[in-house]
């Protein structure tokens, strides 16, 4: 028995897992308040990525762009920065935060985004706009390497280093949440509440489910401020949830600023949530209460009605954003589950050393592989070669996968746009437990029924 970890064989790309750099950067600026990103590349950067925005949250969000074209190849697009920066502030008049993201085709062509913001705080800002507060941001994410998880891990740590600045300590820490839906924020600010412990969240994105009011027009927006991000740096400690999706600025803070960082594990599950909640107690001084406990006795209690009966045993491929895919093999592990297939999805060589995949390469008793750098062909190609799946885990991309092969699947992850309502749902946390753990059996109940295996074991007995 044991866990292979390898590099895909083909040197090509098809039915990708993610997309690309300026996408994490994009999603990253949607969650802090008065801010609109500035895409500069072709109109397609912030189209196509406002679209699987609005697809999965089923809202619409604002995000601009340089829409270069051809011209810009030759003689640059800077101009079109200071133009769209003007447009912005003009259409915005609470505007206050504008990231310049690159894209593949502005870094190819050498667009120097720094100079271009240095001059437009010497000119158009002083002579336009003089006493506005309005913050440029450089964000520097080429489309040719990385993947929406660098592009946001490097947007986290570009916007905590232009606004973080040493004060008197505020007694907070700082939470930084990674890649994840409306439903994970309230989750682990119910945890933060439960705790009594006072926290920045990177990023407060509940709003992002705009309600229908009668008297006034509600948009879906971040509420992380500018003030939030600026006292990042006189937090008693940060904890990042997730490596690769904000590692980079928990590092940053504790570099610069001495502000301790522990970097994960994501709490997906009984296990990660305890640490956790441990290490919360440990930074802050504050006590693990009975609450909780009661909430981890439920979690607990809902998972031994399926694990036995309904879980040990199935096997399981899991495609993804890395720290969701790990986390998530390492719940299913925990519920008697065999993992047999992880796929990473981008160029990461750091993914090889990372503790946990070496946790699973010495502990695991069953056959799995984790493919690096990987797509959904690969998925496709190990179940056409004759592997064997109980369920499929990972994003809508790949329904087509499950479907054509007839395995079930649980959508989980970015996007979903074919299932209504799940970014409102935690996967993280107690509660993220018994709902990641519920859904998981009510895929294959369903898949039991129709295809009449073992469908008796669902009767009244």
């Given at each position: 028995?044991?866990?292979?970890?390898?590099?895909?064989?083909?040197?090509?790309?098809?039915?990708?897992?993610?997309?690309?750099?300026?996408?994490?950067?994009?999603?990253?600026?949607?969650?802090?308040?008065?801010?609109?990103?500035?895409?500069?590349?072709?109109?397609?950067?912030?189209?196509?990525?406002?679209?699987?925005?609005?697809?999965?949250?089923?809202?619409?969000?604002?995000?601009?762009?340089?829409?270069?074209?051809?011209?810009?190849?030759?003689?640059?697009?800077?101009?079109?920065?200071?133009?769209?920066?003007?447009?912005?502030?003009?259409?915005?008049?609470?505007?206050?935060?504008?990231?310049?993201?690159?894209?593949?085709?502005?870094?190819?062509?050498?667009?120097?985004?720094?100079?271009?913001?240095?001059?437009?705080?010497?000119?158009?800002?002083?002579e336009k706009y003089p006493g506005r507060e309005v913050h440029l941001v450089p964000i520097h994410t080429p489309s040719f390497k990385g993947s929406m998880i660098s592009g946001y891990d490097i947007s986290v740590e570009a916007f905590v280093k232009a606004f973080a600045k040493k004060d008197k300590p505020n007694g907070k820490i700082n939470l930084i949440t990674g890649w994840v839906n409306p439903g994970d924020v309230k989750e682990l600010k119910h945890i933060l509440k439960e705790?009594?412990?006072?926290?920045?969240?990177?990023?407060?994105?509940?709003?992002?489910?705009?309600?229908?009011?009668?008297?006034?027009?509600?948009?879906?927006?971040?509420?992380?401020?500018?003030?939030?991000?600026?006292?990042?740096?006189?937090?008693?400690?940060?904890?990042?949830?997730?490596?690769?999706?904000?590692?980079?600025?928990?590092?940053?803070?504790?570099?610069?600023?001495?502000?301790?960082?522990?970097?994960?594990?994501?709490?997906?599950?009984?296990?990660?949530?305890?640490?956790?909640?441990?290490?919360?107690?440990?930074?802050?001084?504050?006590?693990?209460?009975?609450?909780?406990?009661?909430?981890?006795?439920?979690?607990?209690?809902?998972?031994?009605?399926?694990?036995?009966?309904?879980?040990?045993?199935?096997?399981?491929?899991?495609?993804?954003?890395?720290?969701?895919?790990?986390?998530?093999?390492?719940?299913?592990i925990d519920l008697e589950m065999k993992p047999v297939l992880l796929l990473l999805g981008d160029d990461n060589q750091g993914y090889v050393k990372d503790s946990r995949i070496k946790d699973l390469q010495e502990k695991v008793d069953f056959d799995m592989e984790v493919v690096l750098n990987a797509d959904l062909f690969e998925l496709e190609d190990r179940i056409k070669k004759g592997l064997k799946l109980d369920l499929i885990m990972g994003h809508s991309k790949g329904r087509f996968?499950?479907?054509?092969?007839?395995?079930?699947?649980?959508?989980?992850?970015?996007?979903?746009?074919?299932?209504?309502?799940?970014?409102?749902?935690?996967?993280?946390?107690?509660?993220?437990?018994?709902?990641?753990?519920?859904?998981?059996?009510?895929?294959?109940?369903?898949?039991?029924?129709?295809?009449?295996?073992?469908?008796?074991?669902?009767?009244?007995?």
């Amino acid at each position: 028995m044991s866990c292979d970890v390898k590099q895909k064989e083909r040197e090509g790309i098809i039915n990708p897992i993610f997309t690309c750099q300026p996408a994490g950067a994009q999603y990253a600026s949607i969650g802090i308040k008065d801010c609109i990103g500035l895409v500069h590349g072709g109109q397609g950067c912030c189209m196509f990525v406002r679209l699987i925005f609005s697809q999965h949250f089923k809202e619409s969000f604002e995000l601009a762009s340089s829409s270069l074209h051809e011209d810009a190849a030759i003689f640059g697009g800077l101009g079109r920065v200071e133009q769209g920066v003007d447009v912005l502030l003009m259409r915005y008049p609470n505007l206050k935060v504008i990231p310049i993201i690159t894209t593949c085709s502005t870094e190819v062509i050498g667009d120097d985004i720094d100079g271009a913001i240095t001059k437009l705080n010497n000119g158009l800002l002083k002579e336009k706009y003089p006493g506005r507060e309005v913050h440029l941001v450089p964000i520097h994410t080429p489309s040719f390497k990385g993947s929406m998880i660098s592009g946001y891990d490097i947007s986290v740590e570009a916007f905590v280093k232009a606004f973080a600045k040493k004060d008197k300590p505020n007694g907070k820490i700082n939470l930084i949440t990674g890649w994840v839906n409306p439903g994970d924020v309230k989750e682990l600010k119910h945890i933060l509440k439960e705790m009594d412990i006072d926290a920045t969240v990177l990023f407060e994105i509940e709003k992002f489910d705009a309600p229908l009011l009668p008297e006034e027009h509600a948009e879906p927006h971040g509420e992380t401020t500018i003030e939030d991000l600026t006292d990042t740096a006189n937090a008693i400690g940060t904890i990042a949830l997730n490596k690769y999706e904000g590692g980079k600025a928990a590092e940053y803070l504790e570099s610069e600023f001495d502000v301790p960082a522990v970097i994960g594990p994501t709490p997906i599950g009984i296990r990660n949530t305890d640490i956790f909640l441990k290490r919360l107690s440990k930074m802050t001084g504050k006590p693990i209460l009975k609450s909780l406990a009661y909430e981890r006795g439920v979690a607990i209690d809902a998972l031994t009605d399926l694990t036995h009966m309904f879980f040990a045993g199935k096997r399981v491929a899991i495609f993804g954003n890395p720290d969701l895919v790990i986390g998530l093999a390492e719940f299913c592990i925990d519920l008697e589950m065999k993992p047999v297939l992880l796929l990473l999805g981008d160029d990461n060589q750091g993914y090889v050393k990372d503790s946990r995949i070496k946790d699973l390469q010495e502990k695991v008793d069953f056959d799995m592989e984790v493919v690096l750098n990987a797509d959904l062909f690969e998925l496709e190609d190990r179940i056409k070669k004759g592997l064997k799946l109980d369920l499929i885990m990972g994003h809508s991309k790949g329904r087509f996968v499950a479907m054509d092969n007839n395995i079930p699947m649980l959508r989980v992850g970015f996007p979903v746009f074919d299932r209504a309502g799940y970014y409102r749902h935690p996967r993280v946390g107690y509660n993220g437990a018994i709902w990641l753990a519920e859904e998981m059996a009510n895929v294959m109940f369903t898949d039991m029924e129709y295809k009449h295996n073992k469908d008796w074991l669902l009767a009244m007995w």
